[in-house]
T-cell receptor, first 113, second 114 residues
Framework: AQSVTQPDIHITVSEGASLELRCNYS??????LFWYVQSPGQGLQLLLK??????LVQGIKGFEAEFKRSQSSFNLRKPSVHWSDAAEYFC???????????FGDGTTLTVKP | DGGITQSPKYLFRKEGQNVTLSCEQN?????MYWYRQDPGQGLRLIYY???????QKGDIAEGYSVSREKKESFPLTVTSAQKNPTAFYLC?????????????FGDGTRLSIL
């Protein structure tokens, strides 16, 4: 069965510092991978996605993620964090056979001034 | 603007009562999904529908029911059989069920027990 693990429940970084959020997945075939962001009391917004091609994908708000098949990872990065990036971040993998996605438990990002 | 509308934003349920959460989309998407979100547990899939008049159980369907009579609507009923319904409920849609299609989310309904 597919699964997604986000090892860090909560991360705190200073504004202007770099950020990396970890995501590991378990899936038998080539994965379709997504990162979403959720502000409190709101729905999820797509940051970026990977399904083929270049393993480094660019997303909105200055985020990028790198797909590493050998490590079963799809880590999210941002070179310089802004206070408005404080939110919860979810990694997801899509199961093409079942027609549905599995989400990680999320990582809450706090940004210190 | 196209999007997904969930209503109400807040809902309260009495013991033994069924309540229905509304989800409407004007994105012309074929697939729709219902998720439950609890603190620290991420999103868990309740039901999903890949096409009108068809839907499948997700990972935690017990105590819930859905219908998909129209392409743009996918209401979720939380029945009295769901003993712990307090949660944040999110509805989502996607163009199809192809893996490259991301999901678009509504702003959620927070359900609480009176």
């Amino acid at each position: 069965a597919q699964s997604v693990t986000q090892p860090d429940i909560h991360i705190t970084v200073s504004e202007g510092a770099s950020l990396e959020l970890r995501c590991n997945y378990s899936y038998g075939a080539t994965p379709y991978l997504f990162w979403y962001v959720q502000s409190p009391g709101q729905g999820l917004q797509l940051l970026l996605k990977y399904f083929s091609g270049d393993t480094l994908v660019q997303g909105i708000k200055g985020f990028e993620a790198e797909f590493k098949r050998s490590q079963s990872s799809f880590n999210l990065r941002k070179p310089s964090v802004h206070w408005s990036d404080a939110a919860e971040y979810f990694c997801a993998v899509y199961n093409t056979n079942a027609g549905k996605s599995t989400f990680g438990d999320g990582t809450t990002l706090t940004v210190k001034p | 603007d196209g999007g997904i509308t969930q209503s109400p934003k807040y809902l309260f349920r009495k013991e033994g009562q069924n309540v229905t959460l509304s989800c409407e989309q004007n994105l012309n998407h074929d697939a729709m999904y219902w998720y439950r979100q609890d603190p620290g547990q991420g999103l868990r899939l309740i039901y999903y529908s890949q096409i009108v008049n068809d839907f499948q159980k997700g990972d935690i369907a017990e105590g819930y029911s859905v219908s998909r009579e129209k392409k743009e609507s996918f209401p979720l009923t939380v029945t009295s059989a769901q003993k712990n319904p307090t949660a944040f409920y999110l509805c989502a849609s996607s163009i199809g069920t192809g893996g490259s299609q991301p999901q678009h989310f509504g702003d959620g309904t927070r359900l609480s027990i009176l």
